[in-house]
C-alpha cells in the first residue's frame, strides 16, 4: 500500500531523521531542505545506485565531477542566458508572484481571487548569479550551475583524450545544481537546491534514434529494479510543443505521487547542438575522427538526468505500507536492500553488560561491510517496529542463549520472520539475504 498522502511521508522523514526543513530554529527557508541521519544515507544509496548502474557496471561510460561554479560565457553558448526562463505575473491586490504558464485561469489570482489584476508577463532567468573576486562589486560575474550536463560537454575533448573511448560512449555526473524556482513545492520534490545524476552518452550521429529508445527503456527499468511497483511509472514522450529548444525528442519516466504524475527523469535526443555551440563559442574543435571509417564528425547526445531528491521522494512513496502484525499496527518502508539507509540493525536483548561485548564485536564485524545500526533502547518489539519504519531490511538481535550457543536471531523486514543462526555464519547468511 503506497503513500496516499504526502503528509505520510514528509511526517515520518521528520520523525525519523530523513529530512529537516533548513533553518527551522530561524522560521525557516522555503522549499530547503536539511537531510538527517537517515536521509543523508539513503540519498547516497540512491546515487550510488545510478552511479553501479550506469558506470560501474558499463565498459563505456566513464565519471567525473565537474565545477558547480562556472563563467557566463558557458551559459551563453547553451542557451541558458536566453532560454532559460519563466513568464512571470504579479498580482496587483495581494503582491504574490505566478508562473504565467501554470495558471489555470490566466486572469484570476489563485490566490486572493481578484480579476484582471496581474501585471503584464515578464521573462525571469532561472539562474543563480554571483560575484567572483575578493572586493565587493569588483568581482567577475559567474554562476551556480543550472543543470550538470554542461560541465559535460566542455570536457568532452578532455575525456575523449585522458580515457581512450570512442562513440559510442558516456560521461555521467552526479552532483548539486540550482535553479531559482518561482513555484518549488511538494517537500523534496522541487527545490532551489538539488542534485542531479545525469549522463551525456556520445553516438555517430546514424545511431541516434536507436540509442534514445535504448536508454529510454533502460532508465524506466532502473526504478524498477530497484522495487519502484511498474504501474506507479510511465514512460512519457514529449509533444512537440513541449520539446527545449535543443531537442528533438524527449520522454520522461513518471511516478504517480500523491498530486497525480510527475517527472522522474528525462530522456532527451540533444543531437549534436550542444557541442557545435561550444566549438563555436570556445574556437575549439569538439568532434571525433573515426579512423575506421576515415570520417570525422560531431556526435550527437543522448542525455537521461534525473532527480536524486525527487527519485528518493519517489522510492519511499512507494515503499510505504501499513499493515497489521499479531494484532498490532505497523508501519513499514519497504525499501530495496540498496536503498535502505541501514542494512542490518544489531539489537541486544537487553543492556546487561553480559551481552554488551558480544553484540559490540557482531557490530564492529558487520559494520567493516555494511552500515550497521545498533539499538539497546526499549523492549526488543519497539525496537523491530522502529526498524521496520525506516526501513532497515535485517534485525540481528543477541539474547542471553548466545552467551551457550554462540547463535543469534535473523529477523526479516517484510515477513517478520525469524531464524536462528551460528555466529560463524552470519555474514555469509547477510550477504545471501541481502543480495551483496
Not at 268 to 290: N, P
Request: charged share 25%.
Amino acid at each position: 500500500m503506497p503513500a496516499s498522502d504526502l503528509e505520510q511521508i514528509v511526517n515520518l522523514a521528520k520523525r525519523r531523521g530523513f529530512a529537516y526543513p533548513s533553518a527551522e530554529i530561524y522560521g525557516g527557508f522555503r522549499s530547503s531542505y536539511d537531510y538527517g541521519p537517515l536521509g543523508s544515507l539513503m540519498l547516497r544509496n540512491v546515487k550510488d545506485a545510478w552511479v553501479r548502474a550506469m558506470v560501474q557496471q558499463r565498459d563505456d561510460v566513464v565519471l567525473i565531477d565537474a565545477s558547480i561554479i562556472s563563467p557566463p560565457a558557458i551559459w551563453e553558448a547553451s542557451g541558458h542566458l536566453a532560454n532559460f526562463t519563466d513568464p512571470l505575473v504579479d498580482c496587483t491586490k495581494c503582491k504574490q508572484r505566478f508562473r504565467e504558464d501554470q495558471l489555470d485561469d490566466p486572469t484570476l489570482c489563485p490566490n486572493c481571487g481578484s480579476r484582471d489584476s496581474f501585471t503584464a508577463s515578464r521573462a525571469f532567468n532561472l539562474m543563480f548569479k554571483t560575484q567572483a573576486g575578493v572586493v565587493e562589486g569588483a568581482g567577475t560575474d559567474v554562476y551556480l550551475r543550472p543543470e550538470t550536463a554542461q560541465g559535460m560537454f566542455i570536457n568532452f575533448m578532455n575525456v575523449l583524450q585522458t580515457t581512450r573511448k570512442k562513440p559510442p560512449f558516456g560521461i555521467a555526473q552526479v552532483g548539486k545544481s540550482f535553479r531559482n524556482e518561482i513555484t518549488p513545492g511538494n517537500f523534496i520534490f522541487r527545490t532551489r537546491e538539488f542534485e542531479q545524476m545525469e549522463m551525456e552518452f556520445f553516438v555517430p550521429p546514424a545511431d541516434g534514434q536507436q540509442w534514445y529508445e535504448y536508454w529510454c527503456n533502460a532508465r524506466l527499468e532502473w526504478y524498477v529494479n530497484l522495487g519502484m511497483p511498474r504501474e506507479m511509472l510511465r514512460l512519457r514522450p514529449h509533444d512537440p510543443d513541449e520539446l527545449a529548444h535543443y531537442s528533438v525528442g524527449t520522454s520522461d519516466v513518471e511516478f504517480l505521487f500523491p498530486w497525480g504524475w510527475g517527472e522522474l527523469e528525462g530522456i532527451a535526443q540533444r543531437t549534436d547542438y550542444d557541442l557545435k555551440q561550444h566549438a563555436e563559442h570556445s574556437g575549439q574543435k569538439l568532434d571525433y575522427f573515426d579512423q575506421a571509417t576515415n570520417e570525422r564528425y560531431v556526435p550527437f547526445v543522448i542525455e537521461p538526468a534525473a532527480g536524486a531528491n525527487r527519485t528518493m521522494a519517489a522510492f519511499m512513496l512507494a515503499a510505504y505500507d501499513e499493515d497489521v502484525i499479531n494484532g498490532e499496527p505497523r508501519t513499514v518502508l519497504r525499501l530495496h536492500q540498496r536503498l535502505a539507509p541501514y542494512k542490518v540493525a544489531v539489537l541486544p536483548l537487553s543492556k546487561k553488560d553480559a551481552l554488551t561485548p558480544t553484540a559490540k564485536a557482531i557490530f564492529e564485524t558487520l559494520s567493516d561491510r555494511y552500515m550497521v545500526d545498533y539499538d539497546e533502547t526499549q523492549a526488543i518489539g519497539r525496537r523491530y517496529r522502529r526498524q521496520d519504519e525506516i526501513g532497515t531490511p535485517l534485525c540481528v538481535t543477541v539474547d542471553f542463549d548466545t552467551l551457550e550457543d554462540k547463535a543469534v536471531t535473523i529477523r526479516e523486514r517484510d515477513t517478520t520472520e525469524q531464524v536462528r543462526v551460528p555466529i560463524a555464519d552470519l555474514l555469509t547468511e547477510l550477504n545471501s539475504r541481502l543480495g551483496f
